[in-house]
């Protein structure tokens, strides 16, 4: 099971940091990604970020704002999302998949959370 949380109503220019909670799952180890969906879109690659955190990828759209990070002990992992623009608004959903790497892709992740909602008003 993966449940998002952290989401909410934001200006423009603030911050909002999501978290991933994993739990109920056996494998050791997993590739974490964060995807979003805005109203009338398809849902999109935002980041990811592998077991050991070496490993990430952020959309074109978002680097340099956004900063994925993963506490494995806590079996969570974190999205920091800065400088929010009203086109970051959407349902951030969390994915995993058993892997060590990290994968751009939104069909490599086998298992996905509910999204939380950020809305970035102007």
């Known amino acids: 099971q993966l449940q998002a949380s952290g989401g909410g109503l934001v200006q423009a220019g603030g911050s909002l940091r999501l978290s991933c909670a994993v739990s109920?799952?056996?494998?050791?180890?997993?590739?974490g990604a964060w995807l979003r969906q805005a109203p009338g879109k398809e849902r999109e690659f935002v980041a990811a970020?592998?077991?050991?955190?070496?490993?990430?990828y952020y959309a074109d759209s978002v680097r340099g704002r956004f900063t994925a990070s993963r506490d494995n002990a806590k079996t969570t992992v974190y999205l920091e999302m800065n400088n929010l623009k009203p086109e970051d608004t959407a349902v951030y959903y969390c994915?995993?998949?058993?892997?060590?790497?990290?994968?751009?892709?939104?069909?490599?992740?086998?298992?996905w959370g509910r999204g939380t909602l950020v809305t970035v008003s102007s």
């Open positions: 994915a995993a998949r058993p892997s060590v790497l990290a994968y751009r892709e939104l069909r490599d992740y086998d298992y």
């Open positions: 109920g799952h056996t494998f050791a180890t997993y590739a």
């Open positions: 970020i592998s077991w050991s955190g070496a490993i990430q």
